[in-house]
Antibody, heavy 114, light 112 residues
Framework: EVQLVESGGGLVKPGSSLKLSCVAS????????MHWIRQAPKKGLEWIAL????????YYADSVKGRFTISRDNSKNTLYLEMNSLRSEDTAMYYC???????WGQGVMVTVSS | DVVMTQTPVSLPVSLGGQASISCRSS???????????LHWYLQKPGQSPQLLIY???NRFSGVPDRFSGSGSGTDFTLKISRVEPEDLGDYYC?????????FGAGTKLELK
């Protein structure tokens, strides 16, 4: 059974940093690209980043480019999202998803507020 | 960026009835490899989105045949026949042909 479990969320102040993790199981993690997608409270879905299976390519939404970094450790079956210079508009539920969008985690909440 | 215009915003339906959701893209979603990367998701209250249809018309594993997707180029449709209570929620289209990937704004399927 495919499982994606996010962690690392919380309440932080504007300008601060946070690092999210997503632990994968039930599939060969090192063979698949992975996404981060977010959803602000009572809003729609926003794709924010993709990393290839071997980290050779990374793509970002303009809204996070230069502030967020997607990475992975295939030896630990773990995907990361390092978030810097956080803003109130980054407040959202953050989901990791397997390439192809067929499996998503349950999400982790990030709240940026003073 | 590709803008995905999804309509309607809200869709009241009766149980057992039919629903149709439209998604139009600001540019063609045909990839250089010939595939069209347009997908449909359902997000039930308090849950993560779940994949219903991938690449326009392919039902994901376990998705009932009441769900069907169609379209080409810039114009796509999700149809739900014989609506059941578990079909209620927010529906989103997603294009993954062009970076950045973009979602439609969503359609809330609710009881009439």
């Amino acid at each position: 059974e495919v499982q994606l479990v996010e962690s690392g969320g919380g309440l932080v102040k504007p300008g601060s940093s946070l690092k999210l993790s997503c632990v994968a199981s039930g599939f060969t993690f090192s063979s698949y690209g992975m996404h981060w997608i977010r959803q602000a409270p009572k809003k729609g879905l926003e794709w924010i980043a993709l990393i290839y299976y071997d980290s050779s390519n990374k793509y970002y939404a303009d809204s996070v480019k230069g502030r967020f970094t997607i990475s992975r450790d295939n030896s630990k079956n773990t995907l990361y999202l390092e978030m810097n210079s956080l803003r109130s508009e980054d407040t959202a539920m953050y989901y990791c998803a397997k390439y192809g969008g067929d499996y998503w985690g349950q999400g982790v909440m990030v709240t940026v507020s003073s | 960026d590709v803008v995905m215009t999804q309509t309607p915003v809200s869709l009241p339906v009766s149980l057992g009835g039919q629903a149709s959701i439209s998604c139009r893209s600001s540019q063609s979603l045909v990839h250089s490899n010939g595939n069209t990367y347009l997908h449909w998701y359902l997000q039930k209250p308090g849950q993560s989105p779940q994949l219903l249809i991938y690449r326009v018309s392919n039902r994901f594993s376990g998705v009932p045949d009441r769900f069907s997707g169609s379209g080409s180029g810039t114009d796509f449709t999700l149809k739900i026949s014989r609506v059941e209570p578990e079909d209620l929620g927010d529906y989103y289209c997603l294009q993954s042909t062009h970076f950045p990937y973009t979602f439609g704004a969503g359609t809330k399927l609710e009881l009439k």
